[in-house]
């Protein structure tokens, strides 16, 4: 009995484990067949939309030169705040994949008045803002008033752009419907179209902006492909894909992640053991590295920018302008772009690159001639006293090393008896100090906006711009008629010849050394695929795929 009971137990026990091992296997191949299916979908999905496959995260881990700023585009001036702004936010126009022609953006067409007084704007409809927030006439409306009755030193942009002696270049902006907007203008603005499509006039959700104040910055709201998602400061930013947004089938990246990675070396180290996938402040000296490796891709970036020397026009000695002219003589430029850009740059002559309609070739750059610059002190009856030498603690693609760049110019100065020394202090210290005119002689430079001659003179030399992205507090009354001009004069002849003008009396003030227009470098995985650097250096990553 004891065995019968046995074999009975024993006979249940086999037929449990048979059934359990055959809905094992039903199980794994029906896991094999849906794997199988999806790859198949995958594969014939790759070949008739885009480059990425399923088995290739589209998330792109992008290392840059330094964390931003802020988040809220309409307050910062900083390149590294654009490049995460600009993919968050969209404008009113856009500019061409890789130049400054003018596109349509969140306005899918204008119309401008004959006497060039009146833009009239219609809104492309269906879009919303990552709040959910719906944008219309009345979001534009509310972000150029915000821009206009905002404090004159929180908004630089808007009011570098759109003053001019004080006056407001944007009159009054109105609506005709819920997608027409109105723009009446005080004076004619020859870049006008060129100013709304720049980076810092991305159209932030009213919602947003009027609960958070000026807290808009850290959690920014647009209507992008891309989606705030999170910021560890000094360390990441991340932004996610829109799922809502208005145009179809972007963007292909489900994330992107910006890493602040300070040090140029370090970051092509990254980028080479795999951590990230795409670096820009390639030093020049690594390009035949990158060129090398048949994993990666060298990646150049549309030339317009100018790296200079400020020297603070209101701080002794740089009051006087003999001395200014002194320090021209005195560093030797073209040994600076040979020792550090490996020939990805020239030598510059003026404060904007000679692709820029209106530069002036007939000027050349300052010759070194340390005599010179000795006779041009005695003259001055410079009195030898130390000055600081702010040097830019991050590199920047006007100046991949600023502080070896800083060490030649302090020999240079000290050739001909100007003793220094080498100060430095946090990115966003340094933007801040310099422009309240704390510095002696700073690096600094500038990557354009929106590819017009305005854009580089006035914005960075005018007198209205002194306390904003006017860093060395140069003021010349003929030099601002002229600017003043050119920005209302829609005769393009004439406005290069007023530039051209403005131009020469610059380059005998002497308020800067203008040291090098740069062909910035970038290195990314081969994988990355359809990356386009722009000129402005705010790019554009909702066409960009991971292969």
């Not at 992205?469 to 406005?495: G, M």
Request: glycine share 8%; hydrophobic share 35%.
């Amino acid at each position: 009995m004891r065995k019968g009971k046995l074999y009975l137990v024993s006979l249940m026990m086999l037929l449990i484990m048979s059934l359990f091992l055959a809905a094992c296997g039903a199980d794994d191949a029906e896991t094999s067949s849906s794997e199988t299916n999806n790859d198949s979908s995958t594969n014939t999905d790759s070949n008739t939309t885009d480059n990425s496959s399923s088995s290739t995260p589209q998330v792109l881990v992008f290392g840059r030169g330094a964390d931003s700023v802020s988040l809220d585009p309409g307050i910062v001036t900083d390149g590294e705040s654009f490049k995460v702004t600009q993919n968050v936010f969209e404008t009113l126009l856009n500019f061409g994949e890789q130049d400054t022609t003018i596109n349509p953006g969140l306005a899918k067409e204008w119309e401008v008045s004959e006497d060039g007084l009146t833009y009239t704007f219609q809104l492309q409809e269906g879009v919303k803002f990552h709040d959910g927030t719906d944008f219309n006439a009345d979001a534009v409306i509310k972000n150029i008033n915000r821009w206009k009755g905002g404090k004159e030193e929180d908004f630089y942009y808007f009011n570098s752009m759109f003053k001019a002696e004080g006056e407001d270049i944007i009159k009054d902006v109105t609506a005709e419907g819920d997608y027409t907007v109105v723009f009446t203008l005080s004076r004619p603005q020859a870049p006008f179209l060129k100013n709304l499509a720049m980076s810092p006039f991305g159209i932030g959700s009213p919602t947003a902006f009027e609960a958070a104040g000026d807290k808009f910055g850290d959690n920014p709201v647009g209507t992008g492909p891309f989606k705030f998602t999170d910021w560890k400061r000094n360390d990441s930013i991340t932004i996610e894909k829109f799922e809502d947004y208005w145009q179809e089938g972007l963007p292909k990246l489900d994330k992107v992640i910006f890493r602040s990675i300070p040090d140029n070396s370090a970051r092509l180290n990254e980028l080479m053991a795999g951590n990230i996938d795409l670096a820009d402040g390639i030093n020049p000296s690594d390009g035949k590295t990158v060129e090398g490796d048949s994993t990666l891709q060298l990646i150049e970036r549309p030339s317009m920018n100018i790296g200079y020397l400020g020297l603070t026009n209101t701080r002794a000695p740089f009051d006087n302008k003999l001395v200014r002219q002194a320090v021209n003589y005195a560093i030797d430029k073209q040994a600076i772009v040979d020792a550090f850009f490996e020939g990805r740059a020239e030598v510059a002559a003026n404060p904007m690159p000679s692709s820029i309609s209106g530069y002036n070739d007939a000027i050349s750059p300052y010759p070194y001639d340390p005599e010179k610059a000795k006779s041009l002190l005695a003259e001055a009856g410079y009195d030898g006293k130390e000055i600081e030498l702010w040097a830019m603690p991050v590199p920047r693609p006007y100046m991949p090393d600023g502080a070896k760049v800083a060490e030649v110019i302090q020999k240079n100065l000290e050739d001909v008896g100007i003793p220094s020394k080498i100060v430095t202090f946090e990115w966003a210290t340094y933007l801040e100090k310099a422009k309240n005119g704390e510095a002696d002689a700073f690096m600094l430079g500038w990557t354009g906006d929106n590819g017009d001659a305005d854009n580089f003179i006035y914005t960075l030399l005018d007198k209205d711009n002194i306390g904003s992205n006017n860093y060395a507090f140069y003021s010349n009354e003929e030099v601002h008629e002229l600017l003043i001009q050119a920005q209302s004069e829609t005769d393009e002849n004439v406005r290069n010849e007023l530039y051209k003008k403005a131009q020469e009396i610059i380059h005998d003030d002497a308020p800067w050394v203008p040291l090098a227009h740069s062909t910035p470098l970038l290195a990314a995985k081969a994988g990355v695929k359809d990356f386009k650097p722009h000129p402005t250096g705010s790019d554009k990553l909702d066409k960009v795929s991971m292969e």
